[in-house]
């Protein structure tokens, strides 16, 4: 089966379901109350990626396409647009977005080439008196906090605002760090929050620097933590030991235990 064919048989699938025989439940959907069920369903085909397999993947990438083609037809069921119109504007949104690719244009460097990227998408989006929007007008409100807060500091960087070096990050972080531990010594809990976001941005913008999305550096933190601490159960557990009964030194040596048997 063609690609065109499987997705002209999926967009009939869906259109079945939407249908006067089809599920009571589709039939009652809107693209807004498919936000929560798009969320969830790209966390998890990230989380396939990240942590499955092939196969994985590829089933998650599959509901993530449903809900795609379920909230496209509902809108040309409405008259409003189709399916082939995203797909076309998208064709046309990324040839206008690469001329590199489609128009010959040439960049000295890496970071030019992002800089036009910004250029043209901020034209695009005009405000209603046809200037530019603002650079952070495309930024989606519901992105994660670690995601949301690299692209402000990729945004930023690509409007010339940012620190001059690597080494003037690193000294910022010192000075955020700094600010924290005196915060923590008050009892402003307000204070407390301000510090430790201010230090969490920043080193953000230090893993951008080295190439490091803090988002995904830290879905690998909490998965090592996850694992270490399921096998520290394990161990106790084959100990005839409750994991929770055992003392800090007791479980502070099993940690030890596991990230020594990682190491080698």
Request: net charge negative; glycine share 6%; with cysteine.
């Amino acid at each position: 089966m063609s690609q065109e064919t499987a997705l002209a048989t999926f967009q009939e699938v869906v259109r079945t379901l939407l249908g006067p025989q089809g599920c009571p439940w589709d039939k009652e959907q809107t693209p807004a109350t498919l936000c929560q069920y798009l969320i969830e369903e790209s966390h998890e085909l990230v989380a396939a990626i990240r942590h499955g397999g092939p196969a994985d993947v590829c089933d998650e990438l599959g509901d993530v396409l449903f809900l795609l083609v379920f909230i496209a037809e509902l809108s040309s069921s409405k008259n409003e647009f189709t399916l082939d119109d995203a797909i076309r504007g998208a064709a046309a949104k990324m040839i206008r977005r690469h001329p590199h690719v489609f128009e010959g244009t040439t960049f000295a460097t890496r970071d030019e080439q992002l800089k036009a990227w910004e250029t043209i998408k901020r034209a695009e989006k005009k405000t209603e008196d046809g200037t530019p929007t603002g650079i952070f007008a495309s930024l989606p409100e519901t992105l994660p906090s670690l995601i949301k807060a690299y692209r402000i500091h990729s945004k930023a960087a690509r409007a010339g605002f940012t620190w001059d070096s690597d080494t003037d990050v690193e000294q910022q972080v010192e000075a955020e760090w700094l600010e924290l531990i005196e915060a923590f010594q008050g009892d402003d809990k307000d204070a407390q929050e301000h510090e430790l976001g201010d230090i969490m941005l920043t080193l953000v913008e230090l893993g951008r620097r080295k190439g490091l999305k803090a988002e995904e550096a830290m879905d690998k933190a909490n998965q090592r933590f996850l694992t270490r601490f399921q096998k520290m159960e394990t161990l106790a557990g084959a100990n005839n030991q409750e994991f929770t009964a055992l003392s800090m030194e007791e479980k502070n040596a099993l940690w030890d235990k596991i990230k020594t048997e990682e190491a080698s």
